[in-house]
């Protein structure tokens, strides 16, 4: 199961490139590509502020100082959460888009169709970010309970800090494996009506599935991020413009394979043409449609 799972979750990647292709699913890159490029310039603008907010004068009195002592915290936070969590961000951001591609999707392989609902749609909104901030909790909570582990098994111990680094890099990677893949996954268990206790039990029943989701997505994107944000201080203001534009396009480009190679996927561990929301029906209207 668990091989097979996480198999799945790397060919359904190269399923949806291909599904992309052939059914000409480009023009969803658009949205996510303005979007991405808005979030990092909030992020870039946020870190000229701090350093503006940091440069005052010795002939400013004391309570601007504190002034500008609390815009600088200020900035500093906001910098620190846009570039640590821009995935979680930019993943509910681009929920409807998710949402339409997924549905797209997924009418293209079953035939099922589901009617526009704006009450529905802020629905799902919510329960995306809802479920976004629960596995941020989870995610950064099991990081940091290894590091109390850590910390209190070094005061006794005396073991080397290395492995402080670790978790703060490969470990906390593949615990975010889980989670972003999971988020993904969601779209459609949230269209098969489970809630999310019972969206949590079904991907934790593939977790190796939602691993190799997660894994895709966030080195592409972690790496693609990374050298953005290093790219500024080393190259040309022409040459970083190019790597803003191309970056920004694979970087946009990700959450939408992603979010195709989760539906394919889903659809093979579970037939989504047994799903009784569609067309809005009923439990009862969807058995007697079954059944004619």
Do not use: C
């Amino acid at each position: 199961m668990i091989i097979s799972d996480l198999i799945l979750g790397y060919k359904s990647y190269g399923k949806a490139i291909h599904f992309i292709g052939k059914y000409k699913l480009y023009y969803y890159f658009l949205l996510p590509i303005f979007l991405f490029v808005g979030i990092y310039y909030l992020g870039i603008s946020l870190e000229e502020w701090k350093v503006d907010a940091s440069q005052t004068n010795s002939d400013d009195g004391f309570w601007l100082k504190i002034w500008y002592a609390i815009i600088y915290g200020f900035y500093t936070v906001m910098a620190y959460l846009v570039f640590k969590f821009m995935r979680y961000i930019l993943i509910i951001a681009l929920s409807p888009v998710l949402s339409i591609v997924s549905e797209r999707v997924e009418k293209i392989l079953t035939g099922n169709t589901y009617k526009f609902n704006l009450k529905q749609l802020i629905k799902d909104i919510k329960r995306t970010i809802s479920l976004s901030i629960r596995n941020l909790m989870w995610e950064f909570g099991i990081i940091y309970s290894l590091y109390l582990i850590v910390s209190l098994l070094s005061w006794v111990f005396s073991i080397s800090s290395d492995i402080e680094y670790y978790i703060d890099t490969t470990i906390a990677m593949f615990v975010g494996f889980y989670y972003y893949g999971f988020s993904f996954i969601d779209y459609m268990n949230e269209r098969r009506r489970l809630t999310i206790a019972e969206s949590v039990v079904f991907v934790k029943k593939h977790k190796a599935f939602a691993f190799a989701l997660g894994s895709v997505f966030t080195v592409l994107f972690h790496y693609s991020n990374r050298y953005f944000s290093s790219a500024k201080d080393d190259l040309s203001s022409n040459a970083f413009l190019f790597v803003v534009i191309f970056l920004s396009i694979i970087m946009s480009m990700i959450p939408i394979v992603t979010i195709v190679a989760a539906t394919l996927g889903v659809h093979e561990l579970v037939d989504l043409k047994e799903n009784q929301r569609v067309n809005n029906l009923s439990s009862e209207e969807a058995k007697i449609k079954k059944a004619e």
